[in-house]
């Protein structure tokens, strides 16, 4: 089973941007539910922000505002775009899909909903 593959994380200063890309190689995620998870030290994994099938999109509290959740079909691609970062938005970032959720049931922060992951991107906030 082939996992999906994330990239675009690096060291970005306070209030700076990134933008994360997820894709797999095999099948196509316009018809899976995808979500972003980040992992910090000694914290538990925290979903972020969500897309279903349909592209609406769905965010924790915390990234409210700041992040954005978007798909390129053309691309085979789900991209979290992070504005206005913080050090506390530092972690491991992954991205995680499920074929079998349903289309406007709103978000799914339980980890254990999702079949697919990747393998991760880090993301460093320094102050």
């Known amino acids: 089973q082939l996992p999906l593959v994330e990239s675009g994380g690096g060291l970005v200063q306070d209030g700076g941007s990134l933008r994360l890309s997820c894709t797999h190689s095999?099948?196509?995620?316009?018809?899976?539910?995808v979500g972003w998870f980040r992992q910090a030290p000694g914290r538990d994994s925290e979903g972020v922000s969500f897309i279903d099938s349909q592209s609406n999109t769905y965010y924790a509290d915390s990234v409210k505002g700041r992040f954005i959740i978007s798909r390129d079909s053309a691309k085979n691609m789900v991209y979290l775009e992070m504005n206005n970062l913080k050090v506390e938005d530092s972690g491991i970032y992954h991205c995680a899909a499920e074929r079998g959720i349903v289309a406007g049931t709103g978000p799914r922060f339980s980890a254990a909903e999702y079949d697919y992951w990747g393998q991760g991107t880090q993301v460093t906030v320094s102050s």
């Open positions: 095999i099948f196509t995620l316009d018809y899976y539910y």
